[in-house]
């Protein structure tokens, strides 16, 4: 287990709706709290990313998740497919839940999820108890970041904490599928 002195802080700055920088299954995140429109923004305006373009939401577990997907609508014949991919870096995405915010799912009706197996994430949705906004840690259209300091040299003070642990080791950013059709958006 790695050392958990760093995790409060990370979890005081997302209640204050600060946003965070994190590293994920291969390459840093920005995250935020999903559930405030400020934090949202703020993460949006760093990422210099349109809202219409939605957000993926990162999770511990599939019940942090249902909140936020209208899980009535998908059909049994897909859930062996997404519920076995997890935890993974597969981004699966669902229809939303009718009071998903629009600043999470942009012009969409839907809304990508993932749960992770990384253990510096699962730790962070665990303590700050609900999912995380995940986006990777770069400005739109740029290369991410490969490590903290060029991370700090490029948001400095708009990102709230980092915490400075190890990627997961993957080469690529996670796989986005639609659940509903199998259709591969991301590979």
């Known amino acids: 287990m790695s050392d958990l002195s760093n995790t409060p802080t990370a979890i005081t700055c997302l209640t204050q709706g600060e946003v965070i920088l994190y590293p994920t299954e ?4 920005l995250g935020c709290d999903p559930d405030n429109q400020q934090a949202v923004e703020a ?3 760093i990422k210099q990313r349109p809202v219409e373009k939605g957000l993926i939401l990162i999770a511990d577990n599939y019940g942090q998740l249902l909140k936020y997907v209208d899980d009535a609508k998908i059909p049994m014949d897909k859930r062996a497919d997404i519920f ?4 993974a870096a597969i981004t699966w995405v669902m229809p939303a839940s009718k009071n998903t ?3 999470l799912t942009g012009q969409f009706d839907t809304i990508a999820v993932r749960v992770t197996n990384h253990p510096t994430v699962k730790r962070l949705c665990q303590e700050f108890g609900k999912p995380l906004v995940s986006t990777s840690a770069n400005l739109t259209g740029q290369e991410t970041v490969i490590s903290i300091d060029q991370a700090k040299a490029q948001f400095a003070e708009q990102v709230g904490f980092y915490v400075d642990e190890p990627l997961g080791g993957n080469t690529q950013p996670s796989t986005i599928k639609d659940a509903m ?3 591969i958006f991301r590979g």
Do not use: D, M, N, Q
Request: no cysteine; hydrophobic share 40%; charged share 10%.
């Open 101 to 103: 915010p629009k600043w």
């Open 181 to 183: 059709t199998g259709k």
């Open 84 to 87: 076995s991919s997890w935890p």
């Open 43 to 45: 993460l949006l305006a």
């Open 26 to 29: 291969a390459v840093y995140g």
